[in-house]
């Protein structure tokens, strides 16, 4: 079992900055490819970014290119999601994610085993 707690959600102005954190704890860290999805009112639960186990490589939804940044800290047990110029259309509950998922399946939440409880993100305009 692994798991997980999001923390560092909050309500920002659009144009705004939040950094995401997810602390891991049970089995090793490093055994995972880690996701962050995000999940808003009435729409089903999307894909945002990953990581693979060593950080070497990184996947991120086009929504979100260029404005949002992954990384782990596999001796903290943790990842992290800093989002930069928020938009209004980024207000969602974020899902942190554990898993080995092939890569057909980086991007879709049945790649993944383990998940935290979420944490809201609010962009006001």
């Known amino acids: 079992q692994v798991q997980l707690v999001e923390s560092g959600g909050g309500l920002v102005q659009a144009g705004g900055s939040l950094r995401l954190s997810c602390a891991a704890s049970g089995r090793t860290f490093n055994n995972y490819i880690m996701g962050w999805f995000r999940q808003a009112p009435g729409k089903e639960r999307e894909f945002v970014a990953a990581?693979?186990?060593?950080?070497?490589?990184?996947y991120f939804a086009d929504a979100v290119k260029g404005r949002f940044t992954i990384s782990r800290d596999n001796a903290k047990n943790t990842v992290y999601l800093q989002m930069n110029s928020l938009k209004p259309e980024d207000t969602a509950v974020y899902y942190c994610?554990?898993?080995?998922?092939?890569?057909?399946?980086?991007?879709?939440?049945?790649?993944?085993?383990?998940w935290g409880q979420g944490t809201q993100v609010t962009v006001s305009s």
């Open positions: 990581i693979s186990r060593s950080g070497s490589v990184i």
């Open positions: 994610a554990a898993g080995t998922p092939i890569i057909d399946s980086v991007r879709q939440p049945r790649g993944y085993n383990y």
